[in-house]
């Protein structure tokens, strides 16, 4: 069993809609969590970062953690299509030297954003 | 800058050849990584180094092999390549690789093994 799961979609809405991204994980000694947007045939790029339960706020983006459930969410408001991509969540373990550089990622949700 | 660059972009391969996944950033950046993308199981970790001179085994390292000789460059060595390791490669490098600071990534080398 994969330590993140994500759904790998395709998410179509239409433009101006919510769209709702979530991983769950299993490992509870994840502390620092991740959002990765990735263009068509490019690199993943960070988008947004947190360390604690609740919300972070960046513009249109909301990122949400529930560590009792081991549930994030990514929730983007007023999409557009230059939203569209395959969004990653990642998370790692904090703390020792032990868990440097070793990133878990989701395998991914593609989203579509429809004129 | 350029950030960082990966060459080729494109590669195809024969079943046992060898060749060799060319990575460089300009950021001074100490850790440098290497990650394969396949359909339904994101990004793994190959293999990563934390400094010049220092490697070592990400989840999937079977089959390659690194070495940091310099902080800028990081390249990945196919031993033997097979058709397994037919996937999309991503070099990145961070500040100092705690996993707490952004990754920059290249924009990748789409290999095909036949």
């Known amino acids: 069993q994969k330590e993140v799961e994500q759904d790998p979609g395709p998410l179509s809405v239409p433009e101006g809609a919510i769209v709702s991204l979530n991983c769950t994980y299993s490992?509870?000694?994840?502390?620092?969590f991740m959002w990765y947007r990735q263009y068509s045939r490019k690199g993943p790029e960070l988008l947004m970062y947190t360390y604690s339960s609740g919300n972070k706020e960046d513009g249109r983006f909301t990122a949400q953690v529930d560590k009792s459930s081991k549930y994030i969410s990514l929730f983007i408001r007023d999409s557009q299509p230059s939203d569209s991509a395959t969004y990653l969540c990642?998370?790692?373990?904090?703390?020792?030297?032990?868990?440097?550089?070793?990133?878990?990622f989701g395998a991914g949700t593609q989203v579509v954003v429809t004129p | 800058n350029a950030g960082v660059t990966q060459t080729p972009k494109f590669q195809v391969l024969k079943t046992g050849q060898s060749m060799t996944l060319q990575c460089a950033q300009d950021m001074n950046h100490e850790y440098m990584s290497w990650y394969r993308q396949d359909p339904g199981m994101g990004l793994r970790l190959i293999h990563y180094?934390?400094?010049?001179?220092?490697?070592d085994q990400g989840e999937v390292p079977n089959g390659y092999n690194v070495s940091r000789s310099t902080t800028e460059d990081f390249p990945l060595r196919l031993l033997s390549a097979a058709p397994s390791q037919t996937s999309v490669y991503f070099c990145?490098?961070?500040?100092?690789?705690?996993?707490?600071?952004?990754?920059?990534f290249g924009s990748g080398t789409q290999l095909s093994v036949l």
């Open positions: 990642a998370m790692t373990r904090l703390g020792t030297t032990d868990s440097w550089g070793k990133l878990q």
């Open positions: 180094s934390v400094g010049a001179g220092i490697t």
């Open positions: 490992n509870s000694a994840f502390q620092y």
């Open positions: 990145a490098s961070s500040y100092s690789g705690t996993g707490t600071e952004k990754l920059f």
